[in-house]
């Protein structure tokens, strides 16, 4: 019979492509984040940078009970609603019309990026890894600093060409339900299900 495959490799491509995105996105995002809402909103830089101090805070909370979230719903669905957690929140930094709006979106960007973080990472490729474990990790975790060398400069790029809609539009899933309840059935989304406030916030914005 033949031996049956091993993933592992293709475990770790998948997670130096998660950390690519993470990194990129959620940790050296931020700082970059920071200076288009301050130059947008003409808020202080002891305010937004408030914001983003906050954002690492929930992150730090949030990756203390990683493991146990892995526990109890799976590496994958954790993995998954952290990306769209940390999309959902980084296009609130840029709709943020108020400051508590600001923070109350650091709270998904700071609890979704952890989860593509270095402990999600050494959680997705650890069990497939005895001997050979620190090379799996090495690879894998060579995505964070790709993150910055790609995500950094395309962030400057797109903020200076179309401003944050650009760099929003740009960065994730969560953008088109945000942009899909702008519709003419945004009302109807609004008034019905279980997070009918967080819709019509979002309704009340502009993506323009």
């Known amino acids: 019979m033949p031996e049956p495959r091993f993933y592992g490799w293709t475990v770790v491509a998948a997670a130096f492509v998660v950390a690519v995105f993470g990194w990129g996105v959620g940790f050296y ?7 288009a809402v301050r130059d947008t909103r003409g808020w202080s830089v002891a305010l937004v940078s408030a914001a983003m101090t906050v954002h690492f805070l929930i992150g730090a909370a949030i990756v203390a009970n990683l493991p146990r979230l892995h526990r109890r719903f799976g590496i994958a669905a954790v993995t998954v609603a952290g990306a769209a957690s940390l999309a959902l929140g980084v ?4 709709l943020a019309r ?21 402990a999600g990472i050494n959680a997705m490729v650890s069990p497939w890894f005895n001997r050979r474990r620190p090379a799996a990790l090495s690879m894998a975790y060579n995505g964070a600093s790709i993150g910055g ?3 950094s400069p395309l962030w ?16 994730s899933p969560s953008a088109r ?11 109807k989304t609004a008034r019905s299900g279980r997070w009918h406030w967080v819709w019509r916030w979002a309704c009340s914005r502009r993506l323009g």
Do not use: D, K, M, N
Not at 156 to 171: P, S
Not at 181 to 187: D, N, Y
């Open 91 to 94: 296009t609130g930094w840029s």
């Open 29 to 35: 995002g931020p700082p970059i984040y920071l200076q």
């Open 177 to 187: 339900p945000v942009a899909a309840i702008r519709s003419p059935t945004c009302g």
């Open 98 to 118: 108020e400051p508590w709006e600001l923070f109350a979106a650091t709270f998904f960007s700071g609890a979704g990026w952890v989860t593509l973080g270095a």
């Open 149 to 151: 060398v790609i995500f």
């Open 156 to 171: 400057v790029a797109l903020i200076g060409w179309g401003g944050f809609r650009r760099l929003r539009t740009a960065i």
